[in-house]
């Protein structure tokens, strides 16, 4: 965090140190390597001097031009020699000596545990700080740095020539040599001011105003130099200057006068901003510790940290606002310094991060909150909330569940209704974090549908999908919430079972239903409604291979079943598995949503589905009444789900096929009659059947006995039940039955009479002479 200080400090005594402390080679050979040469600024020899210098100072930055020589036929510039001017390296030798003694020392080291001691002593540093300000003093009054001279060299042979020209390339190194005693003077300007500051912090107990410090920044100290804080000092200082005035905050007038010293001693370091930060800190320590927090106190000392909002530590003013509870300024100080940090909305990776730092002041405050909403007062007692903010355990005791919610609620409205895009997508994924995604949907927050097609675009998954069609369905644009519904049944994917599908589909018909009835939404509204279909059929044939208990067909139905669960199928893909998997009722299925209606095919899916629920047909009680209640809760099942296309479940195919079944089987004579009870099939249609059957359809009835006989009883015990049964239906029905009932029961007499014409009756005969009889003239009273 506290590496990237100004490069000027490249321009300064970075040469490596001897024994003695003092530097190998001369301070300005670190400072830049012109490449063209100097003019000499005082008379010189022919040859080069060779100065004295004590202390293991010597200057020797004496270099040629690229290509360049001493030979007396070169160039005017090929020949010469360029050093810097005396005086730069004067200026440069001077500043070293004054700091040789301090510059690489440790700041501090740990006396014992949890207290420091300072490796420079005030009388040091005030030392050191007397001798720089007397060079920033000289530099400044002499003007040393506005009229730089450099030594110039010329050859013995073109003297008179040199003196006459100027290139560019020396007015670069000029130039080159101003810029570096300007850097020398800046750096001399700023060790000044650490070098106060430090001697400050001594007077007034360093290792307090270290306990005060971050873990980060007390690292720092205990590992840096005073080469390190001066590098650093833009980050590091102002939180030692925070520190040393959050120690006497309370007491006015050592507030005051620190303020003043600092910005006396360390202008740059402690500037106007800084100073207008102190006082709105004053403020806010004295609103708190009024009987009752000044809100206008509090509100004129935000508004004053806003101006100065880039000279502030976030994190301790944000803290400094939850003590007084006053949440809106911490939500305007985080946003506008997210702004100021990012001016241009880029959000490259430097920028983004600190904005992340600013908008983590809101969410930790959002945290501390829904941990005050949401717990009961038991559990905080144990709970330790000062993970973030140093003065978030005290609000728990100034704030009830309630208020907690409340408060939550203004901050999250106010984050949302800001322009600070990036700051709402926080607060959004905040939210769907804390099950606060209804808040969300209930309020049209304006980046909320931008974040979510961001996240719908990164494959997030289905969730923000969900949020996408109940934030459209709260805003009444329906039609927008059935087209993302619809896509959403419709998109493959693994994690959308088809149960969910089919919820998506039946949510997308109610959105189209309640959109303008046009010509597009009502072709929308049937390609939904078709897919719906299509998807139910589908969820049947998955229930249908999961309840199968044919070993052989369940072990080959895994993969089909994964498959029917986590796509949507066709038509076509779903006969493809009904028929694979002996599913009639889905094969019946696909041809009604097909309107694919063929009186052929229609009754082969049927004889299949007769043939599947007799194949173990046995003449006992319990395997009777299964068969007979499985059939009739199939024809009942569906007869009601193909009610409006009746053609789909033929009865009068069905009815024949049961009443030949029963023919063969020999079961009771009854049997075909409770299927009919169970699948709420009138009697009168049983009998209509059977009389066309008998009557019209095929002469074996008449022409074999066992036949006739069973015949015979099945229209009489049918007759009689259509009597109990007539009473129940309307006249017109009744019509209808009454003359089914005489047709059939004349056709049977009529066969009895044919039969007694080639004998002598018998008595059986006679007997079912006189009941047909009976029951003709019972039908004929029906009116």
Avoid at 24 to 41: E, H, I
Avoid at 763 to 769: A, G, L
């Amino acid at each position: 965090m506290y590496g990237s200080g100004d490069h000027f400090m490249d321009y300064g005594p970075r040469a490596s140190t001897s024994s003695d402390g003092y530097m190998n080679g001369t301070l300005s050979s670190s400072v830049f390597t012109p490449k063209t040469p100097l003019r000499t600024s005082t008379p010189q020899n022919n040859s080069t001097p060779s100065a004295n210098y004590t202390n293991g100072f010597t200057p020797q930055h004496v270099l040629h031009t690229p290509g360049g020589g001493l030979d007396s036929d070169q160039s005017i510039i090929a020949g010469a020699r360029v050093q810097n001017s005396p005086r730069h390296e004067a200026l440069f030798i001077y500043f070293s000596r004054i700091i040789k003694g301090i510059w690489r020392r440790n700041l501090c080291l740990v006396k014992q545990i949890n207290e420091v001691e300072s490796q420079l002593t005030k009388n040091i540093l005030d030392e050191v700080g007397y001798y720089l300000n007397s060079l920033r003093q000289a530099i400044d009054e002499c003007s040393l740095i506005t009229s730089p001279q450099i030594h110039h060299f010329p050859s013995r042979t073109l003297q008179q020539q040199q003196q006459q020209r100027r290139t560019s390339s020396e007015e670069s190194s000029l130039d080159q040599e101003k810029q570096s005693l300007q850097k020398l003077r800046t750096l001399v300007g700023v060790t000044c001011e650490v070098v106060a500051l430090w001697s400050v912090l001594l007077e007034h107990e360093l290792r307090v105003i270290f306990v005060a410090l971050a873990p980060d920044v007390q690292k720092c100290l205990l590992n840096w130099s005073l080469d390190d804080l001066v590098r650093n000092r833009n980050d590091v200082c102002a939180d030692l200057i925070s520190a040393l005035i959050r120690h006497y905050i309370g007491d006015d007038a050592s507030t005051a006068a620190i303020s003043e010293r600092l910005r006396a001693l360390c202008p740059t370091l402690f500037t106007v901003d800084d100073a207008s930060v102190v006082k709105a800190t004053e403020n806010i320590y004295r609103a708190k510790t009024t009987t009752q927090p000044q809100l206008e106190m509090i509100k004129e000392a935000v508004a004053q940290f806003r101006k100065s909002i880039q000279k502030l530590n976030l994190v301790q003013t944000c803290d400094l606002l939850l003590q007084v509870l006053y949440f809106d300024g911490i939500v305007d100080l985080s946003l506008m310094r997210a702004r100021r940090d990012d001016p241009n909305d880029l959000a490259l990776i430097e920028a983004m991060e600190k904005r992340n730092e600013a908008y983590n002041c809101i969410l930790e405050v959002l945290r501390l909150l829904q941990i005050l909403a949401t717990s009961k007062e038991s559990q905080l007692a144990s709970l330790n909330l000062n993970n973030f903010f140093q003065s978030a355990d005290s609000v728990k005791q100034q704030l009830s569940s309630s208020r907690a919610q409340e408060e939550r609620d203004k901050l999250l409205r106010r984050v949302l209704e800001s322009d600070d895009e990036l700051a709402c997508v926080k607060v959004f994924n905040w939210m769907l974090g804390n099950n606060l995604a209804d808040q969300l949907i209930a309020n049209k927050f304006k980046y909320f549908e931008a974040f979510l097609f961001h996240e719908i675009e990164d494959g997030k998954g289905n969730i923000y999908l969900e949020l996408l069609w109940k934030y459209y369905e709260k805003s009444h644009n329906y039609l927008e919430a059935a087209k993302v519904l619809a896509g959403m049944a419709s998109k493959t994917t693994s994690r959308t079972s088809i149960s969910n599908r089919i919820t998506h589909l039946s949510n997308a018909l109610m959105c189209v239903q309640s959109a303008p009835e046009t010509k597009s939404n009502m072709e929308l509204k049937q390609e939904i409604q078709d897919k719906l279909d299509v998807a139910q059929i589908q969820m049947r044939a998955k229930t249908l291979l999961e309840s199968e208990t044919n070993p052989e067909i369940a072990a080959r139905g895994k993969e089909a079943i994964e498959a029917l669960n986590y796509q949507l199928c066709g038509l076509t893909q779903l006969y493809s598995y009904a028929k694979t998997y002996n599913l009639h009722e889905i094969k019946l299925a696909v041809l009604h949503c097909a309107s694919q209606f063929d009186t052929e095919i229609v009754e082969n899916v049927w004889r299949d589905i007769l043939d599947k629920e007799l194949r173990n047909f046995q003449l006992n009680r319990l395997t009777l009444d299964k068969i007979q209640n499985n059939i009739s809760s199939i024809l009942l099942r569906l007869r009601k789900r193909y009610a409006s296309s009746p053609q789909f479940v033929p009865l009068d195919y069905i009815l024949r096929e049961l009443i030949v079944f029963s023919f063969k089987n020999s079961p009771p004579i009854n049997w075909v009659l409770e299927i009919c009870r169970g699948a709420d099939i009138k009697y009168g249609k049983l009998l209509a059947v059977a009389s066309e059957q008998y009557r019209i359809f095929d002469p074996f009835w008449k022409q074999n006995q066992r036949a006739f006989n069973f015949m015979l009883d099945l229209a009489v015990l049918t007759t009689e039940r259509s009597l109990e049964e007539a009473k129940a239906l309307g006249s017109s029905d009744r019509k209808v039955l009454k003359n089914t009932c005489l047709e059939f029961l004349s056709s049977l007499q009529l066969n009895v009479q044919d039969r007694m014409s080639f004998g002598v009756a018998s008595t059986t005969q006679r007997s079912i002479t006189e009941r047909l009889e009976l029951l003709n003239a019972q039908i004929s009273k029906i009116s």
